[in-house]
Nanobody
């Protein structure tokens, strides 16, 4: 049974930082690309950042590029999202997902397992 457990969300003031973690079990973590998505109330889930199986390739949405950093620790089966210079528009429920293969993808339908989400709220 594949499980993804996110942590690290919370309430932070604009300009602050948070580090999200996503621990994966039940799958050979190092064989799969990983991604972070977010969903704000009334909006569709959107891609935030992705990383390939080795960590050597990363990709970011334009809205977070230069502020967020995705990384992974294959020995600990965990993917991270370091979020700096947070803005109120970053407020959302953040999800991690495992891709169907080892190649990074921005398409939500190419992810087959998801965590329960962790709430990030940025106050102005």
């Amino acid at each position: 049974q594949v499980q993804l457990v996110e942590s690290g969300g919370g309430l932070v003031q604009a300009g602050g930082s948070l580090r999200l973690s996503c621990a994966v079990s039940g799958r050979t973590f190092s064989s799969y690309a990983m991604g972070w998505f977010r969903q704000a109330p009334g909006k569709e889930r959107e891609f935030v950042a992705g990383i390939n199986w080795s960590g050597g390739v990363t990709y970011y949405s334009d809205s977070v590029k230069g502020r967020f950093t995705i990384s992974r620790d294959n020995a600990k089966s965990t993917v991270f999202l370091q979020m700096n210079s947070l803005k109120p528009e970053d407020t959302a429920l953040y999800y991690c997902g495992t891709a169907q293969g080892n190649v990074l993808t921005t398409r939500a339908y190419r992810y087959d397992y998801w965590g329960q989400g962790t709430q990030v709220t940025v106050s102005s």
